[in-house]
């Protein structure tokens, strides 16, 4: 797929809908605004991502941006990050912020919201030693809960840390509460946010678009083609 840099082909566009789960109009846009990052060049380099203003108010931009070097997330099995980025590698970590469909089987979203998990747990485990810890678990909740303007930060901490205790206690037997707890797996992880709606909150506002709005892009192209 290395043409679709310069000449996007039609059957680009189709393999990458595919795996992405983005439409042809947003794989263009996204990848217009990749040339702009990138000076039209092929490849996306970590400096490019200071062009974007909305990540520089972002408390953890530099996991997002490490995000779109880490293997992992390209379902590559080796951890040393890359130094350069394709538009293909670009646009998998992009659809980890996108939302399901409204016509996604049961099966596919089950598959999708494991992914979606699998992506937050990678950009939190930064020593990619397999597991997270208290505090790194604290700032996945209190971004999954920023969405609620009215719920302070230590609220979502003493939620982070009651969740926690409960999967402690059941991994490790009773714990006290002033007790510290480390080593989060990806399992513990899943148990975790099982009660959270990753689906429709891991979107994040940058590229000088919202990732929701290429979803309304979607469904708006769907009312009109009906």
């Known amino acids: 797929m290395g043409s679709l840099q310069s000449s996007p082909s039609h059957q680009d566009y189709v393999d990458l809908a595919e ?13 217009k605004r990749f040339k702009q ?13 200071g062009q974007i203003t909305d990540l520089h108010a972002n408390p953890i931009r ?32 992009m659809s980890n912020f996108r939302p399901p469909s409204d016509n ?16 937050l747990f990678n950009m939190h ?6 597991t997270i810890t208290l505090e790194e678990y604290r700032h996945v909740v209190e971004e999954l809960l920023s969405y609620y303007e009215a719920l302070e930060t230590e609220t979502a901490r003493g ?15 009773h714990m006290e509460p002033d007790e510290f707890y480390e080593g ?5 992880f899943l148990k975790l946010l099982e009660g959270f709606d990753i689906e429709s909150r891991m979107n994040i506002r ?10 309304k892009l979607e469904c708006r192209n769907k009312v009109c083609s009906e």
Do not use: W
């Open 62 to 93: 530099e996991q997002i941006v490490e995000a779109f070097f880490d293997r992992r997330n390209f379902y590559q099995e080796i951890e040393e990050p890359v130094s350069e980025i394709s538009f293909e590698n670009f646009l998998v970590v």
């Open 125 to 130: 485990d930064t020593d990619k030693d397999g």
């Open 19 to 31: 795996k992405t789960g983005f439409s042809f109009e947003q794989i263009s846009i996204l990848h």
């Open 159 to 173: 939620i982070a840390d009651a969740a926690m205790l409960e999967v402690a206690s059941i991994t490790r037997g």
């Open 184 to 188: 989060i797996t990806f399992e513990h």
């Open 206 to 215: 940058f590229m000088n678009m919202d990732t929701t709005t290429l979803c």
């Open 104 to 119: 996604m089987s049961q099966e596919k979203l089950v598959k999708v919201r494991k992914e979606k998990l699998r992506f």
């Open 37 to 49: 990052l990138s000076h039209n060049e092929d490849k996306l380099r970590r400096e490019h991502f």
